[in-house]
């Protein structure tokens, strides 16, 4: 009798030990679960009031295209920082930036698939001037167009790129992000970093540099004999007179522009504009202590505003 009472208690104590484990799994999963569902709920808020923003900054633009419709500048509205906003449990902020003050890669090609000469010889004078070979225009084209003939010595296709340590191939299409340029020769590591703040990835293939949100660098990239230093005193003192450029012969007739050679000066209205049509926003939302960065990529056009791309990781 008292070996079986033994037994009935090792059993009952098991059983219990048992579904003490059980419970305490179950309250484990649960609280797991709904760790999960609030961290989805506050990501899909914050998207929300990302969003928002979005809509905002969209309405700006709009509002740009009534009253100015015919150059745009860093004095408008549009190009100062919206200021932050309070929301439940959160501020929600951001900036809007021109992405047509910068070099569009995807205007290296014509709509045939040919090069096109202007923006080619305006990118290898960019390459020279950040501290990069010329010739690697070659392979950013090769990159692109649709066949798998090199342009040049620098040149680079599928085959190239298969005979890596890591194999892959070209793209054979247009850029959708800078990123990518990254896996084009000549281009890896550091070397990406020298021309990244200069370049775009815009959908569109005819766009051209706003010479009003331009960065002194790129502008001084029309001719090799421009001082960069002289370009950033002129600019930044048309800028503290609250002035823009109309339109690229008022930048062409001041110095040091009015100096440069006749094939630059013919090479000037090919690849400078005042109007710019494609913008960045970075916004980022402070929710429940925790912050998150959205960057969303806005096309005007006919007076609307859509968003044609978005990132959710931090910039």
Not at 89 to 102: I, N, P, R
Not at 120 to 132: C, I
Not at 135 to 152: C, F, K, N, R
């Amino acid at each position: 009798m008292k070996s079986q009472k033994g037994i009935a208690l090792i059993t009952i104590l098991v059983m219990v030990a048992l579904a003490t484990i059980i419970a305490a799994t179950i309250a484990k999963r649960q609280q797991s679960t709904f760790e999960s569902t609030a961290y989805l709920m506050r990501q899909n808020q914050a998207l929300y009031y990302a969003k928002s923003a979005e809509a905002f900054f969209a309405e700006l633009l709009v509002q740009d295209s009534d009253s100015s419709a015919s150059v745009d500048y860093l004095q408008e509205t549009w190009a100062q920082p919206m200021p932050a906003f309070p929301v439940e449990d959160g501020f929600v902020s951001g900036t809007l930036k021109d992405e047509s003050g910068k070099f569009n890669l995807n205007t290296l090609l014509k709509s045939d698939g040919a090069e096109n000469p202007e923006t080619k010889k305006f990118f290898e004078k960019l390459l020279v001037r950040v501290g990069l070979p010329a010739e690697l225009s070659q392979a950013v084209i090769d990159w692109q167009d649709p066949d798998d003939l090199t342009v040049g010595a620098m040149g680079a296709e599928s085959n190239y790129y298969q005979g890596l340590p890591r194999p892959y191939l070209a793209a054979n299409t247009q850029f959708h992000q800078i990123e990518e340029l990254k896996q084009v020769r000549g281009f890896e590591g550091a070397k990406f970093d020298l021309i990244a703040p200069y370049i775009s990835a815009l959908p569109e293939i005819s766009t051209k540099i706003n010479v009003n949100t331009a960065e002194p660098l790129l502008l001084a990239s029309l001719d090799e004999k421009i001082d960069v230093n002289t370009v950033t005193s002129a600019i930044q003192a048309k800028q503290n007179k609250l002035e823009h450029f109309s339109n690229v012969n008022e930048l062409m007739v001041i110095p040091p522009f009015d100096s440069v050679n006749p094939e630059a000066k013919a090479l000037a209205p090919q690849v400078f504009d005042v109007k710019s049509n494609y913008f960045k926003a970075q916004i980022e939302v402070l929710f429940s202590n925790r912050k998150r960065q959205f960057t969303s990529y806005m096309m005007r056009k006919d007076k609307h505003v859509f968003v044609y791309a978005r990132n959710l990781a931090p910039f």
